[in-house]
């Protein structure tokens, strides 16, 4: 008996550590996905006036998922490579607190939340 409820220890155990360790960027790519179409042409006069610009980006869900945001990806909200080629000046890294099922804020109540099933994911 305690042979087995050993074994079934040890494979939750391994199945726990597989489920979080492998869920997360299988959930982000198949949530942030980049469509691959082609860019639309910017002109030389839209990037001399973007440069000029102080890009702000006030949301990311970045940190929701399990990644290097140094690394460039092909995948997710964004990361330091892609922010530095698009001039953004101040990224906000979102902590989300309260999500309401439905995403409906003007009927939804407040007895309904998300965030439980993303902080599993």
Known sequence: ???????????????????????????????NQIDGKPLAAVSARAKALHQ???????????????????????RGHMDLPRLEDGNVALQILASTTKSPKGQNYDANGGDTDNITALVIA
């Open 1 to 31: 008996m305690r042979r087995w409820l050993i074994g079934i220890l040890l494979l939750v155990a391994v199945a726990a550590l597989a489920f979080f360790t492998l869920a997360p960027g299988i959930l982000e790519r198949g949530m």
């Open 52 to 74: 000029t610009l102080t890009i702000v980006d006030l949301h990311s869900d970045t940190l929701l998922w399990k990644r290097n945001i140094l690394d460039r990806a092909d």
